[in-house]
T-cell receptor, first 116, second 115 residues
Framework: DTGVSQNPRHKITKRGQNVTFRCDPISEHNRLYWYRQTLGQGPEFLTYFQNEAQLEKSRLLSDRFSAERPKGSFSTLEIQRTEQGDSAMYLC??????????????FGSGTRLTVV | AQSVTQLGSHVSVSEGALVLLRCNYSSSVPPYLFWYVQYPNQGLQLLLKYTSAATLVKGINGFEAEFKKSETSFHLTKPSAHMSDAAEYFCAVSEGAGNNRKLIWGLGTSLAVNP
């Protein structure tokens, strides 16, 4: 297992375009989290899945954001009608079902989005 | 709600010197606490965690942290800094109950190591 994989590593898009990111968690982890990190800040929680069920969404996740995990394995995060304020690093993490508090989450390398 | 405060957004030490990165938390319940390191353009790597066992926690790369309930602190230390320790360090507390926990993060401390 190569850990949590995120694609693409970098994405530059024009304002108003839609973008989609993918996260492949560690195979035996059934929890998957999405965080957003802007420069000089700590990560901000966006949403989390237990298997295919999306159990919590942050108020930061506006209607333009949608996340899916259709088969309980990989997840996608889509941003519609991107805005310059969406520019950030989008981080994915996974953990076993007992919860990250016991094991610590495993993070991917992130997708850096730049909206121009 | 729980919160995390990291004192000092930038810390600079000489190679071989003691590293001390400060973290204070607020929590109404016994917390789970974490330190993560982030190298440029990389994701976050877990350094160590406190989960209500031993108050002195040893992590990777020679780092350790001590949970002090009376001071609501979880400071990160390393006896001798190495150039490769230069990175961003984040303290985090686990919020929520049961199976619905997520991490609340500090703003991070950038560590510079001078030769």
């Amino acid at each position: 297992d190569t850990g949590v994989s995120q694609n693409p590593r970098h994405k530059i898009t024009k304002r108003g375009q839609n973008v989609t990111f993918r996260c492949d968690p560690i195979s035996e982890h059934n929890r998957l989290y999405w965080y957003r990190q802007t420069l000089g800040q700590g990560p901000e929680f966006l949403t989390y899945f237990q298997n295919e069920a999306q159990l919590e969404k942050s108020r930061l996740l506006s209607d333009r954001f949608s996340a899916e995990r259709p088969k309980g394995s990989f997840s996608t995060l889509e941003i519609q009608r991107t805005e310059q304020g969406d520019s950030a690093m989008y981080l994915c993490a996974s953990s076993p079902s007992r919860g990250g508090e016991n094991y610590g989450y495993t993070f991917g390398s992130g997708t850096r989005l730049t909206v121009v | 709600a729980q919160s995390v405060t990291q004192l000092g957004s930038h810390v600079s030490v000489s190679e071989g010197a003691l590293v001390l990165l400060r973290c204070n938390y607020s929590s109404s319940v016994p917390p789970y606490l974490f330190w993560y390191v982030q190298y440029p353009n990389q994701g976050l790597q877990l350094l160590l965690k406190y989960t209500s066992a031993a108050t002195l926690v040893k992590g990777i790369n020679g780092f350790e942290a001590e949970f002090k309930k009376s001071e609501t602190s979880f400071h990160l230390t390393k006896p001798s800094a190495h150039m490769s320790d230069a990175a961003e360090y984040f303290c985090a507390v686990s919020e929520g109950a049961g199976n619905n926990r997520k991490l609340i993060w500090g703003l991070g401390t950038s560590l510079a190591v001078n030769p």
